[in-house]
């Protein structure tokens, strides 16, 4: 039995005085009616409705539970409303983890600009170097790098890519010399990820040569990648980040970018956007998803092409 369709039946029955003119209203045949309120009866096991051949009255238990049901249909009514206005107009907390290789740069706009749109959705932002499982750690949207433990349960969209640099600080380079190959690359003191985070082993590709692998030998490990940066500026050593990470830096000559010859061939910066796949998604992460994949988009067809650090022109960054 259907309780709170057959509490509806019962509240017209009551409030029209009769079968007939309850089953037009809810445009429904008499004999639904009849069995629904039967049903109601025998589910309580209690007489609501005294019946005559010409009028029905209802018992002492039928005007209480009359009252109840109203109160209970109404707040129900009170909900579904609410949640139609939510669908149209997102509300409530929204939780987003989002890969450290995002610079604030590029995440605050993001937030920001969601945040215009939607001003009534709060988002939690939290960042975070490993891979994380969407739906095990609470999070209702992730921007993330590596694939993270999905178990079937999330649906992911490609956002684009981010571009790794190795960078240094131009006073380590005027102490310890500037590396021209990855293999003097990787016999420079570096700055890197713990390698429970993040491999210290990159793949250097330059047009026409075979990919060169080489292994970093960090002498300072940290699980942020902003602390990597810092670390990078304070003349620590070399160090492999996010391009968007450092952009200003490389623009204000505070770090400047090695090896510009070569592109670093990385998974990791396959960069998308996970979500758990409800059927009924909540429209604040709906939202928020699409207007992600939109803000990407046009960040992409945006970006400029900076320049390397000898002055040359360099392939484009994606702020991605």
């Known amino acids: 039995m259907n309780q709170i369709h057959a509490m509806r039946v019962f509240v017209t029955v009551a409030e029209t005085g009769s079968f007939r003119r309850a089953a037009q209203q809810l445009d429904v045949s008499n004999a639904l009616v009849t069995r629904s309120v ?17 009028n029905l009255v209802l018992t002492e238990a039928g005007h209480r539970y009359l009252e109840g049901c109203r109160c209970v249909l109404e707040e129900l009514d009170h909900l579904e409303r609410s949640l139609a206005q939510t669908e149209s107009e ?38 975070a170097e490993r891979p994380v499982d969407l739906v095990e750690d609470g999070f209702d949207v992730g921007i993330v790098g590596a694939t993270p433990a999905r178990n079937g349960e ?17 006073a380590w380079l005027a102490e310890h010399g ?58 620590m050593g070399v160090a492999i980040v996010p391009a968007p990470l450092v952009a200003d830096d490389f623009t204000a000559g505070t770090l400047r970018r090695l090896l510009p010859d070569y592109d670093i061939d990385d998974p990791d910066a396959r960069m998308s956007i996970v979500y758990p796949s409800r059927q009924y998604l909540p429209a604040k992460t709906r939202r928020f998803v699409d207007y992600t994949v939109e803000h990407f988009e046009h960040a992409r067809h945006a970006a400029p ?13 994606s702020v991605a």
């Open 90 to 127: 997102p509300s409530g907390t929204l939780r987003v983890v989002a890969a450290g290789a995002l610079s604030l740069a590029a995440l605050t706009p993001l937030i920001d600009g969601y945040r215009r749109r939607y001003p009534r959705v709060n988002v939690r932002l939290t960042l």
């Open 178 to 235: 500037e590396p021209h190959t990855p293999a003097q690359l990787a016999q420079c003191a570096a700055v890197a990820l713990p390698p429970e985070e993040r491999n210290a082993t990159w793949q250097f590709a330059k047009p026409g040569e075979r990919a060169q692998q080489v292994t970093l030998q960090p002498g300072y490990a940290v699980n942020n990648m902003l602390m990597v940066r810092l670390a990078v500026l304070a003349g």
């Open 305 to 317: 092409t900076p320049p390397s650090s000898t002055g040359a022109p360099s392939r484009p960054l």
């Open 154 to 170: 999330c649906v992911e969209r490609a956002l684009g890519t981010t571009t790794f640099v190795p960078c240094a600080a131009p």
């Open 38 to 54: 039967a049903m109601l009866e025998a589910h309580l096991n209690t007489r609501l409705i005294n019946r005559t051949t010409r």
